[in-house]
């Protein structure tokens, strides 16, 4: 009795085709009726589909790590961003606050220029009104005993007999012994104001 595979010998030696298509339909059908998962797993193997797989979930992967790792970078960059704008805020304001410090410096120092030139101004007007008034009980009186009698010292009171001179409120004459010294008088024009001196000395005290 023949077995099937000495029939498929015999197609084998005379039919070659005819055995081939025998051959592909009962690995096909054993295919079909295999479990799913074997048979993707012999499928996979013949066509290298399983290397496939694995590349594909490796590049899977590393895509996951690069998308992250640029997930990481958009959030630092938008931090290192928020920290610049903040700075620069933070810079502006500074660079403001200096401005204005700078400015109320100079301000505040040509206040202080101005109040010294009228402090210097009023404070010689005042010596100047007292040497007037100690003139016109004294006068002829030397320029060193009006300076003793005011209380100055010899530069400012020699500063402000010499603008009473260019004012036309006093005059030097020469002292008859000395040579060296000067007398001093009023002239008419200091004594026409006098009198209002006198009078807004005695409203002030």
């Known amino acids: 009795m023949q077995t099937s ?10 039919d070659p085709d005819l055995f081939y298509l025998i051959w592909y339909q009962q690995e096909v059908n054993q295919f079909a009726v295999m479990d799913p998962q ?9 066509h290298g589909i399983d290397q496939v797989q694995h590349n594909w979930e490796e590049s899977m992967e590393k895509l996951k790590e690069v998308q992250e790792s640029l997930r990481t970078a958009d959030i630092n960059v938008a931090n290192k961003q928020q920290w610049l704008g903040m700075a620069k805020v933070a810079l502006e304001r500074y660079e403001n606050n200096r401005k204005r410090l700078v400015e109320g410096g100079r301000m505040y120092a040509g206040a202080l220029l101005k109040l010294e030139t009228l402090y210097k101004q009023e404070q010689q007007h005042l010596l100047a009104k007292q040497d007037l008034i100690i003139l016109e009980s004294n006068e002829g009186i030397s320029q060193n005993k009006l300076s003793e009698e005011v209380g100055n010292d010899k530069a400012m009171s020699a500063r402000t007999i010499k603008k009473l001179i260019e004012l036309g409120y006093i005059y030097k004459k020469q002292h008859e012994s000395n040579s060296k010294a000067y007398r001093i008088y009023l002239t008419a024009k200091a004594k026409d104001i006098l009198p209002e001196i006198h009078e807004k000395k005695a409203a002030v005290e």
């Open 38 to 46: 074997e048979r993707f797993r012999i499928f996979a193997e013949m």
């Open 5 to 14: 595979d000495d029939i498929l010998s015999f197609i084998s030696r005379n």
